[in-house]
């Protein structure tokens, strides 16, 4: 039997698993940290599957080990008890003023339930979780989401239904659109869902219980207190990875778990981060557009998923944002720019600037061609097919050296004509940049420390627009009917590469590979102790799943065609020095 239990330690009274019963009756499981005095307190909320009973340091070990090691500063000012992954640390919020409110959300963790990820019964019971911390004897009434991946990407959705004690949304590093962005990349299906969910939400399932971990704080199952059968927990959840294996096209299934962005008005900061390719940054920027917040704000930064979100400047911009608007601060946030970009250079250096809009309004966008004899430049040249390998290398096109430093920020469009020698292909695009000595520009991504500049992904059969979505620079896909490839007749791929930034300087070359599998660095492992996947480009975004790509269709020969007026090309958002 749960009992909510009521200490006070490290400065703050702290209220274990107390129950939030939903409209349905089941009651999920909070953990409550707030100021020892009596007081009315703005709220901090999360609500998610990785058990907020979970150290950070136990259960992401590696992640923990090499974020602390690269930023110490990470570890000041706190006993770091209470460090949850993806969550703020309450021993930095609660002595300035915060109640932070850690919640399970149903079937994960301490919290009872059906365990169905991202779905509308969860969104809802996200939205009573924050009517219910608006009321509650110790809030003011004004209740925050601040968070990283899960704790972010259920932002939107809990936005969209307008929860009236919402008072502000931090979204970091949250992706959107659960077809585009989480399960099927240009319409091919990725691994990530079925390996993130058994690795990370599987293993913390309700009901998993003295089979799991425990709370170094409390002693406490972080996953119980019953211990389930196997066959009980299967029972008990929805294994996304299944889901999206039988659904090629986007449906009901998909829509429900794509917040509708225009009934966002909640204020909000969206935090993205350049090398997020394939999850992350892509939703933070169709966010940002497309929330009808009249106050939101775009920051995008690089490094990793969670140093940025930790370390003291990360700290910082969130309460300045929380402060204002759960607190009403006069900390001079509405004076911020409403986009704020870490301009990215080779050698992991950034440059902070501020702008006004995306994309940029100056923006020169220029097509780069591609050409037959493997150039890449301003200047279109027809020519003679090239093929491929779908199961090799690809083909690569290259500047020379450039005379000039040139500056990428923005969405990337591919145009390409392309046939196949069987009824379908997967084509993966990858935008890249290579220093005087020929060596490939790579940096620290969100979920692999050795990324390229830029990905995109289209499966030839999803090739077709939507008109009222695309932009040129955008290219926006129905994935609503498969338009099968005809064996050797050519058609017009326009793909998508999610949005970038890289300062390119003078003598170095940009590159972009065309290929029939996934970007793959060729440096081998990265060597990560404790990796949770492999760490060749893409992190654990793989597109390999024979279900959903037979050698018979996939595995053959695609030619790309350099035909007078359809030379291939890429549109880049080019910003003038």
């Not at 209470?82 to 919020?93: G, I, S, T």
């Not at 007026?565 to 958002?573: D, H, I, M, S, V």
């Given at each position: 039997m749960q009992q909510e239990q009521s200490v006070v330690a490290d400065g703050m009274r702290i209220d274990w698993d107390v129950p939030i019963e939903m409209s349905d009756g089941v009651v999920l499981r909070a953990d409550v940290f707030r100021p020892i005095a009596d007081g009315h307190y703005p709220v901090v909320?999360?609500?998610?599957?990785?058990?907020?009973?979970?150290?950070?340091?136990?259960?992401?070990?590696?992640?923990?080990?090499?974020?602390?090691?690269?930023?110490?500063?990470?570890?000041?000012?706190?006993?770091?008890?209470?460090?949850?992954?993806?969550?703020?640390?309450?021993?930095?919020?609660?002595?300035?003023?915060?109640?932070?409110?850690?919640?399970?959300s149903r079937g994960s963790g301490r919290s009872p339930g059906f365990l169905d990820v991202w779905s509308p019964r969860e969104t809802q019971d996200l939205y009573e979780c924050v009517e219910w911390a608006g009321v509650q004897p110790w809030s003011n009434g004004k209740v925050g989401i601040n968070g990283i991946s899960y704790y972010a990407m259920n932002q939107w959705h809990v936005a969209a239904l307008q929860p009236p004690h919402l008072a502000a949304i931090c979204v970091w590093e949250g992706a959107h659109d659960y077809y585009r962005e989480f399960s099927r990349h240009g319409g091919i299906l990725c691994r990530f869902l079925t390996a993130w969910f058994n690795r990370q939400v599987a293993r913390v399932q309700h009901g998993v219980g003295d089979n799991g971990f425990r709370s170094p704080v409390t002693g406490e199952t972080v996953a119980g207190p019953p211990t389930l059968s196997k066959e009980e927990l299967a029972q008990n959840r929805v294994d996304p990875g299944i889901e999206i294996l039988a659904r090629p096209l986007e449906d009901d299934y998909y829509r429900s778990r794509t917040a509708d962005l225009s009934k966002v008005v909640t204020p909000l900061l969206s935090s993205a981060n350049w090398g997020g390719m394939g999850l992350h940054p892509?939703?933070?920027?169709?966010?940002?557009?497309?929330?009808?917040?009249?106050?939101?704000?775009?920051?995008?930064?690089?490094?990793?998923?969670?140093?940025?979100?930790?370390?003291?400047?990360?700290?910082?911009?969130?309460?300045?944002?929380?402060?204002?608007?759960?607190?009403?601060?006069q900390n001079g946030w509405t004076a911020r720019p409403k986009v704020e970009l870490q301009v990215r250079h080779p050698g992991e250096k950034f440059v902070a600037r501020a702008e006004n809009e995306w994309p940029l309004a100056r923006t020169k966008w220029?097509?780069?061609?591609?050409?037959?004899?493997?150039?890449?430049g301003p200047e279109a040249?027809?020519?003679?097919?090239?093929t491929y390998e779908t199961t090799g290398e690809g083909v690569t096109f290259t500047t020379g050296p450039l005379a000039q430093e040139i500056e990428i920020t923005g969405p990337v469009a591919a145009r390409l004509t392309l046939s196949s020698d069987t009824t379908d292909?997967?084509?993966?695009?990858?935008?890249?940049?290579?220093?005087?000595?020929g060596q490939e520009v790579l940096f620290i991504g969100s979920n692999d420390p050795r990324v390229p500049v830029g990905l995109g992904w289209l499966r030839a059969s999803h090739r077709k627009l939507d008109p009222a979505k695309s932009q040129p620079y955008r290219p926006y896909h129905s994935h609503d009917e498969l338009q099968p490839l005809t064996p050797g007749a050519p058609v017009d791929l326009d793909v998508e590469i999610w949005p970038t930034s890289i300062v390119v300087p003078k003598g170095y070359r940009i590159a972009v590979t065309v290929k029939g599998n996934d970007y793959d660095h060729g440096l081998g492992e990265a060597g990560v102790s404790?990796?949770?996947?492999?760490?060749?480009?893409?992190?654990?975004?793989?597109?390999?799943?024979?279900?959903?790509?037979p050698k018979e269709v996939f595995g053959g020969r695609n030619t790309l065609h350099f035909?007078?007026?359809?030379?291939?090309?890429?549109?880049?958002?080019?910003?003038?020095?």
């Open positions: 909320l999360s609500h998610g599957p990785y058990a907020k009973g979970l150290s950070f340091q136990e259960g992401f070990k590696g992640n923990w080990d090499r974020m602390v090691a690269a930023f110490p500063e990470i570890m000041e000012g706190t006993t770091n008890k209470y460090q949850n992954w993806e969550l703020v640390d309450p021993e930095k919020w609660v002595p300035d003023g915060y109640v932070c409110l850690r919640i399970d892509r939703g933070n920027f169709e966010g940002y557009l497309g929330a009808a917040s009249a106050e939101k704000w775009l920051e995008v930064h690089g490094d990793s998923h969670f140093s940025p979100f930790y370390r003291d400047a990360g700290v910082a911009l969130q309460k300045q944002f929380l402060g204002y608007y759960l607190k009403g601060e220029t097509k780069y061609y591609l050409t037959p004899g493997g150039g890449f040249a027809a020519g003679e097919a090239v292909a997967d084509v993966f695009v990858a935008l890249r940049v290579f220093d005087p000595a404790n990796a949770m996947y492999p760490m060749k480009g893409i992190g654990p975004f793989l597109h390999d799943i024979p279900e959903d790509r035909e007078a007026g359809r030379e291939p090309y890429l549109l880049l958002p080019i910003i003038p020095a």
